[in-house]
């Protein structure tokens, strides 16, 4: 007998099968599977309404090539799309019906997922042109450096899906991975190459631009010099990280220190980032964001010695990231890895009885039960850990700040507890491709025996390694623009997508109010160069950098 499964690829390789089934039986029915735009089909036809209003007032703008896959990226962008077209943009809206960018799907699945995208978008178009990739040529030859990048990012890609750096492609259920992505990455480049090269964008704007097909579709546009303009988002509601011609995701922050960070420091910019340091170090949420940094509040440097075993001799704190998350792919300098990295380091310090090595597993590994564990790559490298070797888990209840309390000095690959280590006058490593690398308040080794021998020298003299005032208001500075000048101020996040959106209707992010608050970010959203207002960093007045307080202190 026929299963399900096999039954829908049979019928998916007929011609018109699907689209029939969709016509007489599942066009108005609701949808039970992962990929449904439903509320966004009730709402867009009152939401084309509104942009209309204030697209005939518009003055013509630009001519932008939206890239979205994904059916939250899509609800979104469509969103998005109504509001430069409100502005006077001409943009077409170009989708990938997908929904498990990991898992092939039977053809007649993936046609039903289109006719529903298809149906859903209809409404848009007087103000938005929508394309579906799935409906375009493929046909495009690709040249050798859109090959290069295509494999580079389907090996990303397989990283991101099994939450592993080291891939074994020996391994059959990996390589099925690779293949798959090799597969419609390769795709999605040729129907982008055909569609950028006969329609010429001013602008194209894609989502992340780092991995799967946004990764490939910014690729696309940068190889043929075409502005692209990424974005993402942080933990705060009504921000948006963004980037021009870079995937947000690598974090390039030059611009904001060329602009921002030789303006000095007020006290009132002092006080709002020790509050959020101490939000974190407290355990508590902090601004417009539902997310808890730490999950244990601190209890002082006294208590945590304790609590861990700690004696009287140097300690080293080496904090992690999250394997797999796309803000650590691609950003190796001398290691292959961050496991190579972590791997090399600690069977270094087992050697070094004379220091107190602490290694700190990411809390936001208890989220991403799939990753690979830091503590499991630990544990590979030296399976019987010295007892002047520390692994604090995931979950384990202590507070980070308390360890950077602690530390004499801090190793990282690219987690921003690097930079709150420096915040705190202490030496730090810095090992991966971060953004606040090379920022002058950070030892930046480039090779593995630069590495070894800063580690040498440093741990022989580790006072002479403490950072001095300018380095550590240096350090401040720049967590202050990064932290609340690097985001800029948008209505509708990602996540919650619906809920900002009751906030934020369309109609007030296109009137005066929302004009006022975000009217800047949509610029820059279509490649207007980044500027920043008169805002209190650029006011006269600063003070000296502290070292942070506990909750306990009121600070």
Excluded at 25 to 35: P, T
Aim: glycine residues 4%.
């Amino acid at each position: 007998m026929i299963n399900k499964n096999a039954l829908r690829s049979i019928l998916g390789d007929m011609p018109f099968t699907a689209e029939l089934d969709w016509m007489i039986r599942r066009k108005n029915r609701a949808r039970n599977d992962h990929f449904s735009l439903e509320r966004l089909q009730k709402s867009l036809p009152e939401a084309v309404k509104t942009a209309e209003k204030f697209a005939l007032s518009a003055q013509p703008g630009k001519k932008i090539l939206f890239f979205a896959t994904l059916h939250y990226w899509i609800e979104q962008s469509a969103y998005i799309s109504l509001v430069l077209a409100g502005l006077g943009h001409k943009v077409t809206l170009m989708t990938l019906p997908y929904s498990e960018w990991h898992k092939r799907m039977d053809n007649f699945t993936q046609r039903q997922r289109l006719l529903h995208t298809r149906d859903t978008l209809k409404p848009i178009e007087p103000l938005v042109k929508h394309s579906s990739m799935l409906d375009l040529e493929d046909s495009a030859p690709l040249p050798d450096a859109l090959r290069a990048d295509i494999e580079q990012v389907s090996l990303w890609d397989t990283q991101y899906t099994l939450m592993r750096e080291e891939v074994n492609m020996d391994n059959a259920s990996n390589r099925a991975v690779y293949d798959l992505r090799l597969e419609r990455n390769s795709f999605a480049a040729r129907v982008a190459l055909a569609w950028m090269q006969a329609n010429r964008p001013d602008v194209v704007l894609v989502p992340n631009g780092l991995i799967l097909e946004m990764g490939i579709v910014f690729r696309t546009a940068r190889y043929l010099n075409i502005p692209t303009m990424t974005f993402e988002f942080n933990d705060q509601r009504e921000q948006i990280w963004l980037a021009q011609n870079s995937s947000i995701m690598r974090q390039e922050t030059d611009y904001l220190v060329e602009a921002r960070c030789k303006l000095p420091m007020t006290d009132a910019m002092y006080e709002r980032l020790a509050d959020l340091e101490n939000a974190r170090r407290g355990a508590r949420v902090w601004g417009k964001s539902k997310r808890l940094w730490q999950y244990v509040s601190s209890q002082g440097a006294d208590a945590t010695r304790k609590m861990i075993g700690l004696d009287d001799r140097p300690v080293v704190m080496l904090a992690a990231n999250v394997l797999g998350d796309s803000l650590t792919l691609g950003r190796n300098i001398f290691a292959g890895s961050m496991t190579e990295w972590i791997t090399r380091t600690v069977r270094f310090f087992a050697n070094r009885p004379d220091v107190q090595l602490v290694i700190r597993v990411h809390p936001g590994e208890t989220i991403v039960p799939k990753a690979k564990s830091m503590a499991q790559v630990v544990r590979e490298a030296l399976p019987t850990l010295p007892k002047h070797i520390h692994l604090i888990a995931a979950s384990d209840k202590v507070n980070t700040y308390d360890l950077i309390e602690i530390a004499d000095l801090g190793l990282a690959y690219t987690t921003t507890v690097g930079l709150e280590t420096a915040m705190n006058d202490l030496p730090v490593i810095s090992c991966g491709q971060t953004h606040y690398r090379g920022r002058g308040f950070t030892l930046d080794p480039n090779s593995w025996d630069e590495y070894f021998a800063t580690l040498n020298k440093v741990l022989s003299d580790l006072s002479a390694y403490r950072l001095n005032e300018a380095q550590v208001q240096s350090a401040w500075n720049y967590a202050y623009r990064f932290f609340f000048e690097y985001a800029r101020p948008f209505p509708w996040r990602l996540m919650n997508f619906w809920d900002d959106l009751a906030v934020w209707p369309l109609e007030k992010v296109l009137g005066a109010q929302g004009r006022d608050e975000f009217g800047a970010t949509f610029g820059f959203l279509v490649g207007e160069p980044f500027t920043w207002g008169a805002k209190s960093a650029d006011l006269a007045g600063s003070s000296s950098a502290r070292r942070l307080q506990s909750p306990q202190s009121g600070n």
